[in-house]
Structure formats: structure tokens, C-alpha cells
């Protein structure tokens, strides 16, 4: 409601008065990226040191970017500073860490050059500073029975010591940087003593994918070893990496900057930590959940209270109270930075509202009393009122968001212009642990309005559009030809006018992607606008878009979500729903049949059904005349899932039974393709590949994982 004798504010009023402070903060829209009209500057030549052949050094118009943006940073706030180096005990003397595969797990030595100057005018003044804090590598006390391991994966490992032994809290993503990091802590604190449980605080791989290098899967199946997490933690940790697990992992390339050299130039960190490690995902069920919103119990002898806080982080997720101790764990939900409500690789969008509040209860059950605060990523806070003030202010950046993004919404602003408008309030700009490290305010606000309102901005031209590649021809017709759209995009890039120079270069190249003089110069322009960037996801991502259309896709190994272990742990609806993904319906045209599927050995049964290019299931339920039957137990289903032994060799030495028509399993396995992240997402860049058909209809196909 507008009150009464207040000017109406109208929509195009609210557009033109973005935010004032982008510079500061994050640099958004097309402030700052522009720059002001000048003289075109002589083409960049390969920017010295540079790890691509050519690449180009920061222009000008960039370096005044970061000039300007380093001017408005709070760099008198030191504090995480002295925070991040209080409590270490030893530092990690190997900088490499290697993988059992042969290859290198964990290598520190890449990134020590952000440690050698204090500034480049390749990369942003905050993102520099937070990737020189995550440079920490080491063993720290966070306060006595409490001790960290960090700088060993993109996220820290935690030991809270027990009465038999020590509780392990989120184990890393891979077992070589877990066992690692087990091995330094029992030289200096470990007294000696094993691991007593493993608490996993939430859904993703960085939490739980090294468990197997600290504990042996024996002792967890014997009840020796617990290992506890929030309710549903499985069906959220296996359906993420499962349905839309390869798209996920194509975008990972661009989130995660998989194809950049550790380099000024190129990648400098995620924010959450330097990077992901590469050794062994695995996966060990939990065999004790947390299910109600507060609960109460001793791990190992120590009192600890978990808040169940789903749907904030990640799906589920739980903070933990040590109240011995005063230590409070905040696991992901409140760390060094703004994270995201809608993640670049791709994920269901979050509830930034439900976080806050959840961050408000924490705060007012826990945090009252708190002493120390630790989580997942970057170092611990110390002191009640720094507690305090870090859980106030990442309780209002969050509610902020959520409210004045719908505030602006219901005035009109859409999704395609949000990241233009809203602006965090000056007073979390100007708190480092509010800065937007691996959430942006740019994505994040229109997450919010997709969470809401979805993908269209209710303009009817946009409801229905026509495909890029479709639509670009006429654009590029009507602006004079592609001789044209060259000279008028270099001109915009030389005068530091980035953001306008995409709107028609990449017209061009989605036009006609083989045109290399376009795709040079759209990679010219992502590469500046890269480099502006504060935020590690979005810098990856322009950096990694100039890096494809320059080189092409890399063909190298590819990455999955779905580890072996990931695979054993999908229940068989959430695989068989997976095998209705993999089906290409153009290839099940005219086919109908229906199976019963039995696994003896847990009681399972489905209906599989093929009908209208659609395949289906249903649990519980067989179907009086099926086309087929097959009983299998469901430890020996996972072998084909899995790939380490076919279908049609488990029937062949009646492992499987058959009755019925057994040429069925061969049409359905003829339905089914191979899902490969390496598919082409800038246009022009993909290499000339067959289409790659799997070997067995019943196979999931897991390859080497990278986690997040």
C-alpha cells in the first residue's frame, strides 16, 4: 500500500536507481564494468605469465575497477586476520598431497603466489584477501578438547575430543586429504587415540566424501565407530548428485574453474576454501539420525545439542551445541562469507528466509552463552560478543535479501533485472563476512525471485522464446552483418564497455559459431569482466567461458557426482526413476512393455513400465501379466549399477532369473544413452564426437567424482 501524500515510485524509477555502492561491494550490472567513453586502446597483447597463449592482461579500464574497489573496502578490519592464525599448533610441511590413483590429491604450492605481493590488477582486491586467508595449512587448537585441520580441501575437518576418543566432525571430500590431516593431528594432539564417532552436518560431498581415509567400514556396520547426521541425510545426499548430477557437473566447470590453470590470470580460489580436492570420494551411511528440530544425547561422552535446520545450506543440514565447552558449530549455515541461494552448478534454490531465522534461533539458544564459534569453512570467532555480532549480521543479510528482493518484486522488478537494483545495506557491505565469496548478490537476488515467481519475468515476448541459436541470425542481419558487430564489440571493449560488448558479440558467436574472430572477442570481453569480479564463482565462470571458446572443451577425464558408493546408496526407486532420465524417448517411440522387478534379498518389488516413450515404476506393486520378470537381489543389482558386472552376464550364471521375454532388457538398453559433462555449452566449442550408447540398460555409469 502507498500512503497517502507519497510520491508513487514507479517501476522504471526503481531500474534507474540501482545500487550506488556496486564498486564496494560486488561489482554488479553494468556499473563500473564500463567504464567511461575514451579512446580505444591498442588490442592487449598476451598478458605476461599468463597460462593461456592468449590471454590478455587487464585493461585500463579493469585496473581502475579494482583500484576503485579496493578504495571503498574496509581493509582497516583485520581482525580475520589475527582470527585465522590464533591457535595454530603445527603447520603441514607437504604441500603436495598424493592421491592413491598416482596423481595429486592436494597441491598448496599453486597457490603460495598470493602470498608473495599485495596486490594484482588481475584479480579483485577481496577476492585476493580472502584467498590469502584460505591459505592457511595446518593444525589449530580452536579452544582445548577442539582442534581443526585446515587448508587441506575445500572444506576444514574438526576433532572434538570424546571420552574413548576423538569425534570427527565432516571428514573432507577425499579419503587422501582426510587421512592426511588424521595423520598431522595424531602427531601433535591425537594422543593416540581413535576415532570415537563422525558426525556429518550436511548433505554435501565436502562433508562427508574422506570418511573412508579416517575410519574402516567394518567398525561403523559393528556399532563401534557411529557415524550421525540430520534426518533424510541419504535421500538428499543421493538424489542431488543423481537426477541433474551430469548438467551439475558440465556447470562445475564453470563454477569451480576446472579447466583454469592456480594462476594471477586464472584461478585464485572458491572462497570457501582454495579448491576441491582430487583423490577418493566415498560414502559411509549414517547409522544414527537426528530427527527432531532440537535433540539432545552424548556422543562418546559428550553432551551436544543438534538444531536441525533444514532447507537453509543445503536440504539438510544441522548446527551443533557443545555446551560444556561453550563451542558452538554452526557447520555451513554461517561462515566467512554470503553463500548461496541459488548455487552456479546448479541445486534447488534455497530459503534464505527459513536461514535467518534459523541463524536467529541458534543466536538466541546458543549463542547467548557461546564462547567460541566454529564451522565447515574458514576459522573459528571467538569472544560472545564476536559471536554475537557475526550471528546478527549474517541473520540480517539473508533476510535482507529475501525481503527487499521480494520488496522490489512487488513492484515490478523481474528476474532479468534484480542483480541491477538490489543492493545488501551499506552496513553489511562494509563487514568482510558478509561479502560475497561464494554466494553473489547478483545471482543470489534473482534466486530468490526464481524460488518465488520462477523463470519468467511476465513479459509475453519472453514467455515462449525462440532458442538463441535460432533467434541470433535475424539479430545479426538486422545490426549489418558480422563484419559490422566486430567493429562496434571491439569498440565497446576498448572503451571498457564489457557488459554492453556481450549483448552483441555473443549474438554473433550463437549466430555463427565458427566464427573464430567472435569468439576471440567475446573471450576477450568475458575475460575482462572476469576479472573484475569479487565473487570466485562468477570470476570462474567468465574466465572458463574465455577459456572454452579460445581452446575448445577439454576431452580429458571426465568428472561425475556419482561415486561408487553414491551409487550403492541410491535405493532402487531413486534408480529406477534415474533410468526414465537416461532414456532418450525419441528411441521408445512405438515400444510398450511392462516388468516385475524382485529383490528377494530386502523384500522390494516395482512395476517397470514402457509406455508412451515414458518409462515409469511404482513400488509395492506386480503386475498380473508382465512381459518379463526378473529377481535379483538387490547386493547384486548394485554390481551392474555400479558397472563392475553386466545384466546379461548376472542372468548368464543365474545370479539373475528370468522368465518371459528376455529380448525386452536389449530394447531397453537400446533406449539409453551415456550422459557425458563434456557437452557444449559456449557454441562452437565442442569436438566432433559419436553419439556413445551404454553398454547395459541397467547400468548408472559412475566415472571419477569431483564433489562440492
Known amino acids: ?22 564498486a564496494a561491494f560486488a561489482i554488479g550490472g553494468n556499473f563500473l564494468l564500463e567504464g567511461t567513453p575514451a579512446r580505444a586502446d591498442t588490442p592487449a597483447p598476451p598478458a605476461a605469465g599468463h597460462f593461456h597463449p592468449r590471454g590478455k592482461a587487464p585493461s585500463r579500464h579493469t585496473v581502475a575497477v579494482l583500484k576503485a574497489a579496493r578504495e571503498g573496502l574496509p581493509f582497516h578490519d583485520t581482525r580475520d586476520f589475527d582470527e585465522q592464525k590464533r591457535g595454530l599448533i603445527a603447520p603441514m610441511t607437504e604441500m603436495v598431497i598424493a592421491a592413491d590413483g598416482g596423481h595429486v590429491a592436494w597441491d598448496m ?18 577476492l585476493h584477501r580472502i584467498s590469502r586467508l584460505n591459505n592457511n595449512y595446518g593444525l589449530y587448537e580452536v579452544v582445548p578438547g577442539i582442534y581443526q585441520v585446515r587448508g587441506f580441501d575445500l572444506s576444514d575437518i574438526s576433532f572434538v575430543r570424546g571420552k574413548t576418543g576423538w569425534i570427527v566432525f565432516d571428514p573432507l571430500v577425499s579419503a587422501e586429504t582426510a587421512r592426511a590431516a588424521w595423520r598431522l593431528f595424531q602427531a601433535h594432539k591425537g594422543e593416540g587415540l581413535p576415532v570415537s564417532a563422525i558426525i556429518y552436518s550436511h548433505t554435501h560431498g565436502d562433508h562427508w566424501g574422506g570418511v573412508r581415509g579416517i575410519v574402516d567400514e567394518a567398525d561403523v556396520r559393528s556399532g563401534k565407530i557411529p557415524i550421525i547426521a540430520p534426518i533424510d541425510f541419504m535421500d538428499f545426499t543421493v538424489s542431488e548428485n543423481v537426477y541433474a548430477g551430469n548438467a551439475m557437473n558440465r556447470r562445475l566447470f564453470y563454477q569451480y574453474g576446472l579447466l583454469l590453470k592456480a594462476a594471477p590470470h586464472g584461478y585464485v580460489g572458491q572462497g570457501l576454501g582454495t579448491r576441491v580436492s582430487a583423490g577418493s570420494v566415498g560414502l559411509i551411511a549414517p547409522t544414527r539420525f537426528v530427527r ?24 539438510r543440514e544441522m548446527n551443533t551445541w557443545i555446551p560444556d565447552l561453550k563451542a558452538l558449530w554452526m557447520a555451513e549455515n554461517v561462515t566467512a562469507t554470503l ?48 559471536i554475537q555480532e557475526i ?30 537494483v538490489y543492493e545488501v545495506p551499506k552496513s553489511l557491505q562494509a563487514r568482510w563476512d558478509c561479502r560475497g565469496y561464494h554466494g553473489s548478490p547478483q545471482h543470489n537476488a534473482r534466486g530468490v525471485i526464481q524460488r518465488y515467481l520462477g523463470f519468467w519475468d511476465c513479459n509475453p515476448a519472453t514467455l515462449i522464446p525462440l532458442s538463441p541459436s535460432d533467434s541470433a541470425p535475424l539479430y545479426v542481419e538486422m545490426m549489418g552483418g558480422s563484419a559490422k558487430i566486430i567493429a562496434r564489440g571491439r569498440a565497446l571493449h576498448d572503451e571498457g564497455k564489457y557488459m554492453l560488448a556481450v549483448e552483441i558479440v555473443n549474438k554473433l558467436v550463437q549466430a555463427e559459431p565458427q566464427n573464430t574472430e567472435a569468439k576471440e572477442l567475446l573471450a576477450d570481453i568475458f575475460e575482462q569482466i572476469g576479472y573484475q569480479q569479487e565473487n570466485p564463482g562468477l570470476r570462474n565462470s567468465f574466465l572458463n567461458g574465455a577459456y572454452e571458446l579460445r581452446s575448445g572443451i577439454s576431452q580429458g577425464e571426465k568428472v561425475s557426482s556419482s561415486s561408487p558408493d553414491v551409487i550403492r546408496a541410491m ?23 511392462t516388468i516385475n522387478l524382485v529383490t528377494p534379498d530386502n523384500g522390494e518389488k516395482f512395476i517397470i513400465e514402457l509406455d508412451n516413450a515414458t518409462l515409469t515404476n511404482i513400488a509395492g506393486f506386480q503386475a498380473e501379466k508382465p512381459d518379463l520378470t526378473l529377481t535379483i537381489n538387490r547386493s547384486d543389482l548394485e554390481q551392474t549399477m555400479m558397472g563392475t ?22 530394447k531397453l538398453a537400446a533406449t539409453m544413452i551415456d550422459f557425458d559433462p563434456r557437452f557444449e555449452v559456449m557454441p562452437g566449442t565442442a569436438a566432433k564426437a559419436k553419439e556413445v550408447v551404454a553398454a547395459d540398460g541397467f547400468e548408472a555409469v559412475p566415472e571419477k567424482i569431483i564433489a562440492e
Open 339 to 386: 553463500h548461496n541461494i541459488y548455487t552456479l552448478r546448479g541445486a534447488q534454490v534455497r530459503d534464505p528466509l527459513a536461514w535467518s531465522k534459523y541463524i536467529s534461533e541458534a543466536l538466541y539458544r546458543f549463542g547467548l552463552q557461546a564462547e567460541v564459534m566454529f564451522a565447515s569453512h574458514h576459522w573459528p570467532r571467538w569472544g560472545n560478543a564476536r
Open 645 to 666: 558386472k553386466t545384466l546379461a552376464a548376472q542372468i548368464a550364471d543365474g545370479t539373475a532369473k528370468v522368465t518371459g521375454d528376455v529380448s525386452i532388457l536389449a
Open 292 to 315: 527432531e528440530p532440537i535433540e539432545e544425547f552424548e556422543v562418546d561422552g559428550v553432551r551436544m545439542v543438534f538444531q536441525n535446520t533444514p532447507n537453509t545450506e543445503a536440504p
Open 391 to 420: 550471528l546478527r549480521g549474517q541473520r540480517d543479510l539473508y533476510a535482507n535479501m529475501n525481503n527487499q528482493v521480494l520488496h522490489l518484486a512487488n513492484q515490478g522488478v523481474t528476474i532479468n533485472e534484480i542483480h541491477n
Open 109 to 126: 604450492n599453486s597457490f603460495q603466489f598470493l602470498d608473495q605481493q599485495q596486490e594484482f590488477d588481475s584479480i579483485h582486491p577481496s
Open 571 to 593: 535405493t532402487t526407486e531413486l534408480f529406477l526413476n534415474f533410468l526414465g532420465i537416461r532414456m532418450d524417448s525419441r528411441k521408445a517411440e512405438g515400444l510398450r512393455f
Open 1 to 22: 500500500m502507498v500512503k497517502r501524500g507519497m510520491p508513487m515510485v514507479s517501476r522504471r524509477d526503481i531500474l534507474k536507481s540501482g545500487p550506488a555502492s556496486a
